[in-house]
């Protein structure tokens, strides 16, 4: 692939373009693309996504497929600059991804899809440099880029998902990596399971380590070769007793009001205040979960149930609150 771009990059006149159709899913796949185009010389400019899938053909219905399968990467032949060190290419690469998301946010391109044509923007940046270089003299490669890429548009995405302002900084006591893991699951994938190396990386970008997640008798199922994050309706109350995960916490409140135990939710919801997870968090994290789910699904079911009373169960859970503190 490198020797197929740089026979373009060859042929090419100053300033001339070159369009690249790209059809693989997979961020290993971009990996290679990118280091190819890299050591070519070719800068790309541009990476678009064009669906030519329908939403609920049988395949994207239990997996993680895109919406999109086909990318158009436009790369051209132009000057690059010397040896650009990461410390300043990757401030300048959070100022131009600041842009570039917002404008595929607003476009609808979501889940899957606007991870990948995150990417493609970054590299827009990154490819300027012949060669970029730490201070100790590596050199940074597609890899690394990409981590990074996937850590600025999953803090972009969660804010989006959250419906809180740039300015706002997602509390870790409030809303934990685990939750975050969540929600970006729901809003890039549903309910669908998920080939291993996709979802380690979804994971890495939101600080949590999958492998150890799924032996603790959480929300992480692994399934051969594939991993799954279960629903409420999928776990066992008394797992979820004693957990501080907020998206445990809601779990357990879930469960609990389908079974009509309006009691043990009050307490629940109570508890849950005494450890940082204040009732905006809360119910953010719950439509933004929503928000993301199709109309048949159980969990959405059962997230519009509770959320449509929410206001008189907070207000239950105040007096509870207020009479334990009189007492």
């Known amino acids: ?48 996504p064009l669906h030519t899938e329908m939403r609920g053909r049988l395949r994207s219905q239990d997996s993680a497929a895109l919406a999109s399968s086909i990318y158009i990467v436009v790369a ?18 959070r100022r131009h991804l600041d842009g ?39 050199v940074i ?11 600025i548009a999953t803090d972009y995405a969660i804010r989006q998902t959250l419906k809180v302002s740039q300015t706002f900084r997602v509390s870790s006591e409030e809303v934990s990596d685990l939750t975050r893991l969540y929600v970006l699951w729901r809003w890039n994938y549903g309910e669908a399971r998920v080939p291993f190396d996709k979802a380690r990386k979804l ?3 939101c600080g949590v380590d999958l492998a150890r997640e799924w032996g603790r008798g959480g929300f992480v199922r692994k399934e051969r070769e594939f991993v799954r994050l279960l629903g409420p309706q999928r776990r066992k109350l008394d797992d979820l007793e004693d957990s501080r995960e907020l998206i445990d916490v809601l779990h357990r409140v879930l469960l609990l009001w389908e079974k009509g135990r309006r009691e043990e939710l009050v307490q629940t919801l109570k508890v849950s ?26 969990e959405k079911k059962l997230l519009d149930g509770f959320l449509a009373g929410r206001e ?14 009189l007492f």
């Open 1 to 48: 692939m490198k020797q197929a771009f740089q026979e373009i990059h060859r042929v090419l006149k100053p300033g001339g373009v070159t369009v690249i159709v790209y059809a693989h899913k997979s961020t290993a796949g971009w990996e290679t693309v990118t280091n190819a185009l890299l050591d070519s010389g070719l800068v790309m400019t541009g990476a678009w």
């Open 76 to 93: 051209r032949k132009m000057a690059r600059q010397p040896t650009g060190f990461y410390n300043e290419v990757w401030e300048e690469l």
């Open 273 to 298: 205040q005494t450890f940082r997870v204040s009732p905006e968090a809360f119910f953010r994290v719950a439509q933004a979960v929503s928000e993301t789910l199709p109309n048949e699904s159980k």
């Open 141 to 151: 490669r597609a890899d690394r880029m990409l981590q990074d890429v996937r850590t």
């Open 100 to 138: 570039k998301l917002q404008r595929l946010w607003e476009e609808g391109i979501g889940g899957a899809d606007f991870f990948i044509a995150a990417i493609g923007s970054a590299i827009e940046v990154f490819g300027k440099y012949e060669q970029v270089m730490d201070y100790e003299g590596n």
């Open 203 to 205: 994971a890495q970008s």
């Open 312 to 325: 008189r169960v907070w207000e239950e859970v105040g007096r509870a609150v207020q009479q334990e503190r």
